[in-house]
Structure formats: C-alpha cells, structure tokens
C-alpha cells in the first residue's frame, strides 16, 4: 500500500544541520509532502537472474505553488516492474495524482501482467504512461558501484490532456536510502531540487497550459543491488 502525498498543504518549521540552522515559515513558496508505505513488495528480477536495475520502481513528484490556492499544481506519480511469483510472473505497475488546479483531479493506474495491459482513468482513456530514462551514471560508495539515470522523461496522455516532465538532475541531488534485507540490499536513490520542465497542453483546443521550468522536482530510482549481506549478529 502506497498512502500519497497531501496536496496544496502548508508547511513550518526549522532543519537543523550540524551547526547551520534553517528557518522554514509557512507560506505560499514552500509546500509540505509526505508518503508512507507498508506491505511493500521491492522490485527484484526473476530468480534466475542476478539483481538488475531494469526491474525497478521511480518516483515522481512536481509542485507549484500560487498565492490563490485554487491555482495550485501538483502531480505525484509511481512505477514499478517487478517478478511476482510463478503465476503471475513479471508485472508492471503504474499510478499517478494529477491536480490541474482546485477543480481538476486526474487520476491514471495502469498494470501489465501476462502481455496484457489493464489500465483505469478518470478522464475517458489513458493513452500513454511512459517513463524514458537516459543518462546514466556511475555512483562509488562504501557498497560499490551503482548505475542510475540522471534524466527521466515522463509521459502522460488521457483524453482531455498531453503531460510531459522532464527531470533533468545532477549527482549531487541524490542520497542514497538503503533497505537490507536477509539475502539482498535494495538501494533508492532519492533525488531533491531537481531542475523539471514540465508542459501541459489541453487536448481539444491545442492550448498550452503550462510550460515551464522549476527547481524543485522530486524523483527516486531503486532496485536491488547486488552485494553480499553480512551475516545477521548472533
């Protein structure tokens, strides 16, 4: 279970790092995001194969804030391509939380399984959900050597909308967030103030209704790594 973001929610407070401390006041430049998860499956490769980074989730996340609420926009969306068991085998899931504005609420799910695609959506059909990734780059640390994608290119089409986000990041908006395991490590490469064009045009008119570029994007990139687990203590 993937429990979202709040929408247009305000946020206060200060973050303290080593010495330097950072004042955070409540008002319409900065917006709080939250997500938790529980009873979550990590992507992993058939059990045939070694960890690979193709079976992977990735995260999405933009925001604009406005003075007038009501014109407030935010889009979080999720991926995932996992093995499943041996009914099911591979599956490929997908979902995303469109917010135009206060009145327009699109909704997008899609799962692939068996070579067949299911998909459900909130204005008429879904036409593409698309995640192109490009770029790629080493990263060494103390666990070894990982690839991940420093450009993620998202698509997405209903009837009444043609959405791309273009995630364009650097290394250094990445930590590293590791999950071990008994047998395996899976590594999330979470990416922050991430520069993102984002351009919405509306279908029936041709119109477009964004197109600009902010500062602030969000996007993850995890998989299993292939490293030895030391043993469990005693």
């Known amino acids: 279970m993937w429990n979202t973001y709040s929408h247009a929610a305000e946020i206060e407070g200060k973050v303290k790092i080593g010495g330097a401390e950072f004042i955070v ?44 609420k009501s014109q407030e926009l935010s889009i979080i969306a999720g991926t995932g391509l996992s093995y499943a068991d041996a009914l099911l085998r591979t599956m490929d899931g997908r979902f995303c939380d469109i917010r135009l504005d206060g009145k327009t609420h699109v909704e997008l ?10 998909d459900s959506c909130n204005d008429g059909n879904l036409y593409r959900f698309d995640v192109e990734r490009s770029n790629w780059t080493n990263i060494t640390d103390s666990f070894g050597n990982a690839t991940i994608p420093l450009r993620q290119l998202v698509t ?16 250094t908006n990445y930590n590293r967030l590791l999950f071990p395991f008994t047998d395996y490590v899976f590594s999330d490469f979470e990416g922050l103030g991430v520069s993102t064009n984002l351009l919405i045009i509306e279908k029936k008119t041709g119109k477009t209704l964004r197109n600009e570029t902010v500062k602030s994007g969000g996007l993850e990139y995890g998989y299993r790594f292939d490293v030895v687990v030391p043993p469990l203590p005693k």
């Open 109 to 118: 799910r899609m799962i692939q399984v068996w070579e067949l695609t299911f």
């Open 25 to 68: 006041e409540k008002g319409n430049t900065t917006r709080a995001y939250g997500d938790s998860n529980w009873g979550e499956m990590m992507p992993s490769s058939p059990p045939e194969q070694k960890p690979s980074a193709k079976y992977a989730w990735g995260w999405y996340y933009l925001n604009i804030p406005s003075d007038d």
């Open 156 to 171: 997405l089409e209903s009837d009444s909308y043609l959405i791309t986000m273009d995630f364009n990041s650097i290394i």
